[in-house]
């Protein structure tokens, strides 16, 4: 990978999502890698840090939400910094369905992600048969 992050590479990024693909994910993070989940008990949601730590957390969303997908992707770039927006789905344990809009802030460091920081609408899930 290039010194340079460009559209291809969150597109790249976002399929290896949809495809439940760790290693492809994590060939896309930096060695310093920072993820800033969707909720937590901090202003930033939950601050993971670090290779492990990161992926153990990807890996997670896809043990709570087998179906998990970011669909509709539209990104973009400026300079270290970038932008995926993506509706989320997926369906949760007992049966309830998760659709809402989503985005993704990037930051870059060295061609790699440096830190995801992520923002999804809260929208209650919707009830299993419904």
Do not use: Y
Not at 94 to 100: L, Q, T
Not at 104 to 113: E, N, P, Q
């Amino acid at each position: 990978m290039s010194n340079t992050v460009n559209i291809q590479t969150l597109e790249a990024f976002s399929q290896a999502w949809n495809d439940h693909d760790i290693e492809a994910l994590m060939s896309f993070m930096h060695d310093d890698c920072v993820f800033e989940t969707v909720a937590g008990d901090q202003v930033c949601g939950n601050r993971i840090e670090g290779r492990q730590a990161v992926r153990k957390a990807f890996q997670a969303a896809w043990e709570n939400i087998p179906d998990a997908q970011w669909r509709n992707g539209k990104h973009w770039i400026s300079g270290d910094r970038g932008v995926s927006e993506t509706t989320f789905t997926g369906t949760q344990k007992d049966g309830a369905r998760i659709e809402a809009n989503m985005v993704d802030l990037f930051t870059f460091k060295d061609g790699k992600i440096l830190v995801k920081n992520a923002f999804r609408k809260s929208r209650p899930a919707i009830a299993a048969g419904k």
